[in-house]
């Protein structure tokens, strides 16, 4: 079984930044992707971004240029900087691995006011 511990959510205004982490219970590097995914009231969880073992990145159209997903192997540790943050950000974000059926954290709220 693997823990995922995600952290940084919170309340930010539009244009803002915040940065998630996601500590892992083991290596990131045993998982084909890590990544961040995130589900707002009412919507269908959606994958935000991914970044793969070998350091191959994907980002939804809806965040590309915005957010960054980075990875500290050493501290089994994956990041999701974002910034120019909106409104439209605004849900529950979920560290998951090898994106969709692998592990799940517990979720972190972010929320974007106008």
């Known amino acids: 079984q693997v823990q995922l511990v995600e952290s940084g959510g919170g309340l930010v205004q539009a244009g803002g930044s915040l940065r998630l982490s996601c500590a892992a219970s083991?290596?990131?590097?045993?998982?084909?992707?890590v990544g961040w995914s995130r589900q707002a009231p009412g919507k269908q969880r959606e994958l935000v971004a991914t970044r793969t073992r070998y350091g191959n990145t994907n980002y939804a159209d809806s965040v590309k240029g915005r957010f960054t997903i980075s990875r500290d192997t050493a501290k089994n540790t994956v990041y999701l900087q974002m910034n120019s943050l909106k409104p439209d950000d605004t849900a529950v974000y979920y560290c998951n691995t090898d994106w969709p059926h692998g592990y799940w954290g517990q979720g972190t709220q972010v929320t974007v006011s106008s």
């Open positions: 083991r290596s990131i590097l045993t998982f084909n992707t």
